[in-house]
């Protein structure tokens, strides 16, 4: 059974005032059905019938799509398609559930490893190694912690499914957030394997600004280690000693969303501060300022200094004031929204909305927000070309989302 940890009344004060944090639980209110549509398109231009619930979200751009929840669970934080079309949902208090692509529970996957859950902090993200239907590998991240302190680590295992869940065997450490901080804030711990079958992990700052350029410990940065953990020769680091040899790119705050795109190209969503959320195209070595530079300010109210100010920083693609609390990332490349290929695709936090940006070269425009008055932890490219989407919370439902007609 998962422990909970009472961190100090400071620190929970403090994780509650800002944009990440988890909202209570609350009855989920479904739009009028009126305005539901009878159909909706997948890949392959297949009509499916819809479910009374169904509801209709209009973008800001005039688009309108269906949203059909699917299933319901408790502070969902991740999910991740397997490669026979059901997926995993992992929630933050420490379980991983087999969930088929219609929503409905097969089972829970018994042998996951112990979360704390401290703040924003618990069970997070899972990744399936590239060689996934052969070796069975995939990889989590969750929080420890040592005495008071706490931290995020990644692990991999084997996944043995049947079908009514399955069994995590043959854990193995692949990294460790260093150091471990009395905060439950900043943990970030999304993962992303790249088309050469590194593996990135994101590393938030913890709360604490100043580690992020600290190049003698891993908070604030953008790992990179190949699939058992080592390091690979040609990091940005590689032979200069120490901890920094992880280290693809520094200057982070707290990213939450990580994706590649068709031509293999990193990119990264982080939270600003009171405002200064960021879309990063991710360059190996690049620092990315914070906290000497954010186009937000502290809450404090302190003035930071902007990006355009210090040209020795890398600057974002985009970035948002006010805050929308990007926390998750994609990049479309189905066919069912023909005209989003290519497009992130951000579930918003505080936005709550599903952020739409065209991407061209180093820069980034926003096109549009699909909102349903919903915080927006994860969103996900389904193998229909739908796009499923998590909400945040005790009571966060799975949707499946498609284009209206």
Known sequence: MTRFTLISLVSAVSVFAIAGCAKPAAEKTVPPEADVSETASVEGDVTRELPANAFEIKGSDGVVLIA???????????????????????????????????GDVL??????????????????????????????????SYIEA???????????????????GGELTDIERIWTQSPKIDTGRHFSQRLLFDKDGY???????????????????NLGKL?????????????????????????????????????????????????????????????KGENYGWPVVSDGRNYSMLDIPDHDTRDDFKTPAISWVPSISPGSLIIYTGDV?????????????????????????????????????????????????????????????????????
């Open 146 to 164: 040592e005495g008071d302190l706490y931290g995020s680590v990644v692990e991999s295992g084997t996944l043995n499914l049947t079908s009514s």
């Open 107 to 140: 089972g829970q996957i018994a042998g996951v490893p112990e979360s704390e859950v401290a703040g924003q902090g618990g069970f997070a993200d899972l990744a399936l190694h590239p060689d996934f239907e052969n070796n069975k590998k995939v990889y989590i």
């Open 68 to 102: 059909e929840p699917l299933g319901q669970f408790e502070e969902p934080w991740a999910m991740t398609f397997l490669p026979d079309g059901n997926l995993l949902v992992n929630e933050k208090e420490g379980r991983i559930k087999l969930v088929t692509a219609d």
């Open 223 to 283: 790992i990179r280690l190949n699939d058992d953990g080592s390091l690979p020769d040609d990091n940005p680091f590689a032979g200069q000693g120490g901890i920094k040899e992880q280290f693809w790119s520094i200057g982070h705050r707290n990213p939450l969303g990580i994706a590649m795109d068709a031509d293999g190209q990193i990119w990264e969503n982080e939270m600003g501060p009171r405002g200064g959320d960021e879309l990063n195209r991710i360059v």
């Open 337 to 405: 929204f023909a005209d989003w290929k290519g497009n992130a695709l951000m579930g918003g936090l505080s936005g709550q909305a599903i952020v739409r940006v065209s991407l061209d070269g180093e820069k980034g425009t926003e096109e549009a927000r699909y909102s349903w008055d919903e915080r927006v932890r994860e969103i996900e490219q389904g193998p229909d070309g739908a796009i499923y989407v998590l909400e945040d919370g005790f009571e966060g439902r799975l949707l499946r989302i498609t284009p209206k007609g």
């Open 199 to 217: 593996l990135f992990i994101t590393s938030g700052d913890r709360g604490g600004q100043t580690p992020a350029q600290d190049m003698n410990g």
